[in-house]
């Protein structure tokens, strides 16, 4: 299945948005929500080049340049903050492997981590 994606332009006006789709002859509307922009255009894609709508991906972008790079800047955290929170579930777990092994009872070592006994079992698994 060969997927056609589509690039809408949005620009934030006093009462909605301004939408511009340059690959469909320039195609310009206004909606009062991005959400509702989508359909509308998979309709106009569907209706204009014959695509089938479960064929159609519309990304939309937004035309805000402080908010955009914040986001993108915020986004840009949370995958690092993801990928940090990964790195040390994989080092307690094996912090308590190693207690384990070395006899450490369950309550010994929530004591020592400041969890409780059944968290100390999850991270066993």
């Known amino acids: 299945m060969v997927t056609m994606e ?14 511009t789709v340059p690959e469909l002859d320039n195609f310009t509307t206004t909606t009062k929500r991005l959400d509702k922009a989508e359909d509308l255009i998979k309709a106009l894609a569907n209706k204009q080049l014959g695509e089938e709508i ?26 690092q903050a993801a990928a940090l929170q990964e790195q040390a579930s994989a080092e307690i777990r094996d912090v308590v492997r190693r207690a384990r092994e070395q006899g450490l009872t369950m309550r010994d070592i929530a004591v020592m981590l400041k969890v409780t006994p059944q968290r100390v079992a999850q991270l066993c698994d």
């Open 6 to 19: 589509i690039k809408a332009q949005s620009e934030r006006q006093a009462d909605g948005w301004l939408i």
């Open 54 to 79: 479960c064929d159609i991906v519309v990304t939309i972008e937004a035309v805000m340049p402080g908010i955009v790079c914040d986001i993108q800047a915020a986004q840009q955290k949370m995958a």
